[in-house]
């Protein structure tokens, strides 16, 4: 028998009491163990009471669940930052093993975390911090482990994964499809993490460490959300053979680390263009596997659960085998961070341009001195504007180069309006 | 230092080799150990000699290895049964640990080779056996274990993906195809276990055995292969919004198992769909998780040695903490194979019938007495041939039942012609 204890009991903890029931003559034949919910924390009693949790098990102080010998696993799904790092710390600290599906945490905290518990000699697991059920943090650390990454690529946040979708599929406006977000439960009622990209920005970070062995945390993503897309941009994208995702990327080239989270031109014919609604995927370039993709659930009740108590499992068998102390995420690597700008892609490039001759001739001449090569234009008048609108498809350049060659172009008296969306290149990704 | 030993110096050993190599930093960091080929068993010298392998590590003898106490891990990758079984059946006796990319032999001797590796304590490692690279073993036997699983959907033969995916992209003819699949060296010579559907088979059964923990082994599966597609499949696929996959599928009801292998409809929105040429796929439904997608190359040197080392650096970590013979596939159920005719889904019927008036309400007559509902048809007559087409795509419905309407319309004097393909149903899978 294996005592936990778990901190919040919220839609995810719901779901963990659900699952260790309906699994539970399975779990403990894979396991050798059974594995008991011993207490709760959790402020409100009445939702673990509503999960059909006894009195016994719900405490209100965190010093009950530590000075608990039995309990030897604390399944930490609050949320937030403060308070969560200051009870698995705590815990870690009278040598209890974690299980946390804390994102925020990870991210801006992992150094500490993992530092103490190695000291201590306990394993901290966090598969449900990133892709919900989506298996991607084991299958890195352990079956891909031969690999060198080269670039992670992820749609991580299923609220803006659904907004494109709707976009894309039925046309509809962004407030529109956020409102339907809302009113399915996809999006919170302030839903700024997600639709700014910081949610998808932590996930990426956590993926980013553990495919570098160097620490990204949040501030060294570049982040822009899905805020500012209209639906003009999602018919072009449509009419060029593309979609449009919210992309959360980690690169690593020549020994510096690329991080960013933007919207970006996705072709159909990549497997992550059929990533639709609030499915999460990622996508992983390494020297021997080559491409994967790791499709799924990346929130909910019991995809959460289905992860958390995978991660309550594997502990289980360490304790058994006495082998706690070495699941973490030890960085063993320092690395530099390169500015986004540094990125190398191909781009979609929209001007506004009077509508007069040489214009593109210009626009051509202005890219090729920056050594941005064209791949295609679409030039469309702009009905009683006097003016046209030009859409380029570059091959790969550099950002640098691109964004220096627009403010060239910006300067120009034809250019009325410029702007860009990374497209993701087939080739290299 | 661990000291491995590698039977067979292939296309596989050589992507071993080299990725030992290449990543031999990493792989010490995250293992702890350096990893060491003490010695390779070759016919052909001259094969292990190109590998950079020097003439103290060739033997011809598996006895050299089997006495070498310092050697810890055989990597079998020469394929075949009989041999392979020889040599991990002897290596596991004299204590050594196993990793295999061997899916026949782990299909149909599996059996065996756990259970003597459970007596003697040491881990049995196969991730390279189904798919290749991709992380489906692992994810399914580790992260995802607190789930029940319910279906497995795979493409999980390259050859015959990347022949269906030519025809239906190109419009090739299934001869061309698997011509260019032959030069490519994608399909081998004698290409029959991979079109026939037997290679796809022996994956589907091991996978089935680890999702239901029953032993499924070849002979469960029932096995049709992509030889009898036509080009004009394809077009009517294309038309109905499916493409043709080659599926291979292990289900669990009712405490029954069901294990097929036969190219399928899949909707184009499906992402099953989107996988393409040479990639391969298991799409995995279990109770918590819900649906999981794991994609990649599922064969190919580097690949495969991908999953090869990761297994390697799996078990090395199990001999340093001396919990080996935990590893490996036991199946604590024994569980019933249903017949094929038990599958419920969708199909698509295509009759050939006369041309004559009252023949549709005639087949809708006979498909309703059995329980067969329809949901689309579309009829066309064939010109100058006094004839006409009827393709059917019904609801999900028993395909025993459908047997038996079928075989009740061929006696009709009005039907020329009737076959049938399973339709992927988007919303039970």
């Known amino acids: 028998m294996i005592k936990i204890?778990?901190?919040?009991?919220g839609t995810v903890g719901g779901g963990v009491c659900q699952l260790l029931i309906q699994n539970a003559h399975d779990i403990a034949k894979r396991t050798d163990k059974c594995i008991e919910i011993k207490k709760v924390l959790?402020?409100?009693?009445?939702?673990?009471?509503?999960?059909?949790?006894?009195?016994?098990?719900?405490?209100?102080?965190?010093?009950d669940i530590l000075n608990d010998d039995e309990i030897k696993i604390v399944v930490e799904l609050m949320g937030g930052i403060d308070f969560a790092y200051e009870c698995i710390m705590k815990a870690i600290d009278a040598g209890k093993n974690i299980v946390t599906a804390n994102k925020d945490l990870i991210s801006v905290k992992g150094e500490e975390i993992f530092a103490l518990a190695k000291e201590k000699n306990v394993d901290v697991c966090y598969e449900a911090s990133v892709g919900g059920a989506i298996p991607i943090i084991g299958a890195m650390q352990n079956i891909l482990c031969a690999n060198t990454f080269t670039d992670i690529v992820g749609i991580l946040n299923g609220t803006t994964n659904y907004i494109l979708s709707k976009m894309y599929e039925k046309g509809w406006s962004y407030s529109k499809a956020l409102q339907e977000a809302t009113d399915l439960g996809y999006a919170e009622a302030d839903p700024s993490s997600d639709v700014e990209g910081t949610d998808a920005a932590r996930k990426i970070s956590i993926l980013g460490s553990i495919a570098f062995n160097s620490r990204c945390t949040l501030s060294d993503v570049y982040c822009e959300g899905i805020t500012r897309i209209e639906e003009r941009d999602i018919v072009l994208a449509k009419k060029?053979?593309?979609?449009?995702?919210?992309?959360?990327?980690?690169?690593?080239?020549n020994n510096?680390?690329?991080?960013?989270?933007?919207p970006a031109f996705v072709p159909l014919?990549?497997?992550l263009a059929?990533?639709?609604?609030?499915?999460?995927?990622?996508?992983?370039k390494c020297d021997a596997a080559d491409e994967i993709m790791l499709y799924g659930r990346g929130a909910g009740s019991m995809p959460t659960a289905s992860s958390v108590?995978?991660?309550?499992m594997t502990i289980c068998q360490n304790i058994a085998n006495g082998t706690t102390g070495k699941l973490g995420l030890e960085c063993y690597k320092v690395k530099e961070i390169s500015p986004v700008t540094d990125l190398r892609s191909s781009f979609c490039l929209r001007l506004r341009v009077a509508d007069q001759p040489n214009v593109l001739a210009g626009v051509a001449s202005v890219l090729g001195k920056k050594d941005v090569s064209i791949e295609s234009i679409i030039q469309s008048p702009v009905k009683n504007s006097g003016t046209a609108s030009l859409t380029?498809?570059?091959h790969p350049a550099s950002e640098q180069d691109l964004q220096t060659a627009i403010e060239e172009l910006k300067a120009c008296e034809y250019v009325k309006k410029a702007n860009i969306y990374m497209c993701l290149d087939m080739e290299t990704m």
């Open 240 to 253: 060029l053979g593309y979609t449009i995702k919210l992309l959360a990327v980690a690169k690593e080239r």
């Open 269 to 271: 014919a990549h497997p």
């Open 274 to 284: 059929s990533v639709n609604d609030v499915f999460n995927a990622a996508f992983i």
């Open 5 to 9: 204890a778990v901190l919040g009991c």
């Open 309 to 312: 108590i995978g991660d309550v």
């Open 256 to 262: 510096k680390i690329l991080l960013f989270v933007r």
């Open 42 to 63: 959790e402020r409100n009693p009445q939702r673990a009471y509503d999960l059909g949790l006894k009195e016994d098990q719900v405490c209100s102080s965190l010093d």
């Open 392 to 394: 380029i498809i570059t």
